[in-house]
Every structure is written in C-alpha cells, then in structure tokens.
C-alpha cells in the first residue's frame, strides 16, 4: 500500500518568514495530493491540493509542488502569521478504483504531521 | 461546500460498553465514506472504507467484529465500538466524498472523542 511520510515533524518560524513542509510517497500510481490544517480538537480543513497532471498550484500566501519523478511533494507557506499555528497533514491517493462493490474515492494516506508554530 | 455532521462529539463510557457514532452527509449524498482514528498528536490512521449498501473494507490490523460499521443509505454511516477497553479511547473521524465524483476533496466530520473509563 501507499506510505507517506512527512517533513518535519515540527517547525517553528518568525512571523513574516516562510515556511516549508515537505512529503514523499512511495506509490507512484497516486494522483492526488491534499494538504490538510487542523487545529486541536477539530476537524482537518482542506487548505491546497494538487493532481498528477500539474506541477504547482498557489492560492494567495499557500502553494503546493509536485515531482512525479522524485515522488515528493511540498507545501510553501509564504509570510506566515499567528494563525497559520496549526497541524499540517498532507496526504496521497490512487486513483479511483472497484472493491468491495463499491468505489475508493478518497482513500486517503497521511502524512506523520506537522506542527508549525508562528511567532509573533 | 459539503457538510458532514458526527455525533456525539464527545462519550464517555465505562469499559465493556458500546458506543456508536453517526456520520452524516448533510447536503449532499455520499457512496462512500472512510473512518480514521487520531490518538493525541498523532496522524489520522484510515480505519476502514464503508460503501453503501455493503460490507466495509477494513484496514490491515483493525478488528472488524470490534469496530462495526454500518452505511445503510447515502447519507448516514455508522461506527461502533463493541465492548470498548481503555485503549480504544481515541479521536474517531469520519470522511466522505460526493457520489459520483472522482479522486477529490474529502469532507470530514468533526470528530467524535471517546474516552473509555
């Protein structure tokens, strides 16, 4: 099966600096790579994700990377600020398949975790 | 969005009981839907795949006569622990996706905390 394992485990930067989390995957027939937020107690939050078939995506301050070749993914988090203080989870997917008479959508893999902490 | 609604949020229980907990898709309908377990600080580890109308796929390492699930209609899966010990107190989470979609975003319940006494 799929193994994801996840970059560091905890991070701690200044406000304003950038942070990175960076995960690999040893299923190269995986297409989908969410990342997920989770602050304690709650549900994960799906903040960026990115398909096989493009090589980065960003939204506003967040962007993801893909290599296929490496089968490596990063997460870039630019001018952090308190908020960002969170669990980051990514996580991979194959792609959609039968069994059990039903379908895999969604059958995710997470990463270890990650705990970043931004400081004021 | 999508919204998926657990209960209880949170149960405590006295060891030897079961305790079941409901996913809800509420706004949309859900073929499938996964429960992942979360001890402290840790990952969320899948537990199992529940598909409507049939068995669940459990996961390598999980009990399937200790954790029963349950997917009777689109839209309400079932998790419960049978005979729950101590060590089974955890952070269970539940996650569907949207019938008829491909590979894509997950919508996650917000967790139910069981502690075990």
């Known amino acids: 099966g799929e193994n994801v394992e996840q970059h560091p485990s905890t991070l701690s930067v200044q406000e304003g600096d950038s942070a990175v989390i960076k995960c690999t995957y040893s299923?190269?027939?995986?297409?989908?790579f969410p990342w997920y937020k989770q602050e304690l107690g709650k549900r994960p939050q799906l903040i960026i994700d990115?398909?096989?078939?493009?090589g980065e995506k960003k939204d506003q301050r967040i962007a993801v990377t893909l290599n296929k070749t490496a089968k490596h993914f990063s997460l870039h988090i630019t001018e952090t600020q308190p908020e960002d203080s969170a669990v980051y989870f990514c996580?991979?997917?194959?792609?959609?398949?039968?069994?059990?008479?039903?379908?895999?959508?969604?059958?995710?893999?997470f990463g270890q975790g990650t705990i970043l902490t931004v400081h004021p | 969005g999508a919204v998926v609604s657990q209960h209880p949020s949170r149960v405590i229980c006295k060891s030897g009981t079961s305790v079941k907990i409901e996913c809800r898709s509420l706004?949309?309908?859900?073929?499938?839907m996964f429960w992942y377990r979360q001890f402290p600080k840790q990952s969320l580890m899948l537990m199992a795949t529940?598909?409507?109308?049939?068995?669940?796929t459990y996961e390598q390492g999980v009990e399937k006569d200790k954790f029963l699930i349950n997917h009777a209609s689109l839209t309400l899966s079932t998790l419960t622990v049978t005979s729950a010990h101590p060590e089974d107190s955890s952070f269970y989470i539940c996650?569907?996706?949207?019938?008829?979609w491909g590979t894509g975003e997950l919508f996650f319940g917000e967790g139910s905390r069981l502690t075990v006494l």
């Open positions: 996650s569907a996706t949207k019938t008829g």
């Open positions: 299923d190269s027939a995986s297409n989908y």
């Open positions: 990115i398909r096989s078939n493009v």
């Open positions: 996580a991979a997917s194959p792609p959609d398949s039968k069994y059990a008479g039903g379908t895999s959508y969604g059958k995710l893999t």
């Open positions: 706004d949309f309908q859900a073929t499938t």
């Open positions: 529940s598909n409507e109308g049939s068995k669940a």
